[in-house]
């Protein structure tokens, strides 16, 4: 089974659902992207560039939308048997965490060895399996919502909302990511999933209305933009509504690039999201690191450089193994199946 699966393609006869939803995949993981480069580059040259403006105007809806996105199509496989389901939604996941954050460590062992001693590097090795390492935190937490949601499908969804409301707008900060993240993201996801026939209600009516959605759009960045600036976003209450206002803004805009092709290879990157989000901090390490020594350009820029390397690089590393022996890094081996894998379409969108 390829990485890159979806079941977007079920959503719906037309071509253009599949289209939005890798756009809006393409968004998240561009900015996702950007926001870890820009803030590196950032803490090393050790001052701010204007993208920091950027970067804290898409904080409030950037992972949202991921998570909401991510339980959208969930409606339709959560009945499939426990040993089948598992194998998607948690064995799949699985494997590439455990598969790239080993590679990380490989990365950065030696650095954290030279600072904090080979034990501790061990002992934080061993920690990721049950504290997600790095930015790898949002493939390990999608299992545990995929199991949760199919454990609570017997609950009435106006609870299980509430509860993931609840525990948003707590802010839980305990230490443990499994736990502060599961709080703070749970509600996208389930929201994805409660109301995914809303959301391609909301995408169809966007396409038909184009001129209405822009303004509505334009409404919602002011609103979103005076949030950030007056530092209320991140508050009570305010942060799940952002959230959730932001995500229905990122499927409308998505909706709107779907109808021209100029913004195809941003519907590309969203086909092969997770690819991205697996790969990107080995370009963008490197593409760093360079761009600091040379010092040729202002830190705003080299966050722009900075991300399209991370983009980009994750991209020709997946071109450059998908027909080699390496492409266990991207797909995964049938050895680490549960079930019987799936027949793969001709064109697969990025879950």
């Not at 079920?10 to 890798?22: E, F, I, L, N, T």
């Not at 993931?164 to 305990?174: D, F, K, M, S, W």
Request: charged share 15%; proline share 5%; aromatic share 14%.
């Amino acid at each position: 089974m390829a990485l890159h699966t979806d079941p977007a393609g079920a959503a719906g006869p037309g071509r253009a659902r599949v289209d939005w939803v890798d756009y809006a995949k393409g968004f998240c993981i561009v900015f996702v992207v950007m926001m870890h480069s820009t803030l590196g580059v950032e803490e090393a040259a050790g001052k701010s560039g204007w993208m920091h403006v950027l970067v804290e105007f898409a904080r409030p809806f950037r992972m949202p939308d991921f998570f909401m996105i991510s339980g959208l199509f969930l409606a339709q496989v959560i009945d499939r048997p426990w040993r089948q389901y598992l194998d998607r939604k948690v064995v799949h996941f699985a494997y590439f965490y455990v598969l790239w954050m080993t590679i990380q460590f490989a990365f950065k062992a030696p650095g954290m060895a030279a600072s904090m001693g080979t034990a501790e590097v061990v002992r934080l090795y061993f920690l990721s399996f049950i504290d997600p390492f790095g930015t790898l935190w949002f493939i390990y937490l999608l299992p545990i919502f995929f199991v949760v949601v199919k454990l609570a499908r017997r609950v009435p969804v106006p609870l299980i909302w509430a509860i993931g409301a609840a525990l948003e707008i707590a802010h839980i900060e305990t230490g443990w990511m499994v736990i502060d993240e599961f709080a703070n993201r749970f509600v996208f996801f389930y929201t994805g999933y409660i109301f995914a026939s809303s959301i391609f209600a909301l995408t169809a009516r966007v396409q038909a209305q184009p001129g209405l959605a822009a303004l509505g759009l334009l409404g919602w960045a002011l609103v979103n933009g005076a949030a950030v600036a007056a530092g209320v976003a991140a508050l009570p209450f305010i942060s799940l509504v952002l959230g959730l206002i932001g995500a229905a803004a990122v499927v409308s805009i998505a909706a709107l690039m779907a109808k021209s092709d100029v913004f195809k290879p941003l519907r590309y990157c969203g086909r092969n999201s997770i690819v991205i989000y697996l790969a990107f901090f080995l370009p963008m390490a490197i593409s760093r690191t360079l761009l600091l020594r040379l010092d040729l350009f202002d830190v705003g820029t080299m966050s722009v450089l900075i991300t399209a390397s991370g983009v980009i690089g994750s991209l020709l590393l997946f071109w450059a193994v998908r027909n080699t022996p390496a492409k266990f890094l991207f797909e995964r081996p049938l050895r680490f199946h549960l079930a019987e894998p799936k027949a793969k379409p001709a064109l697969q969108a990025a879950e």
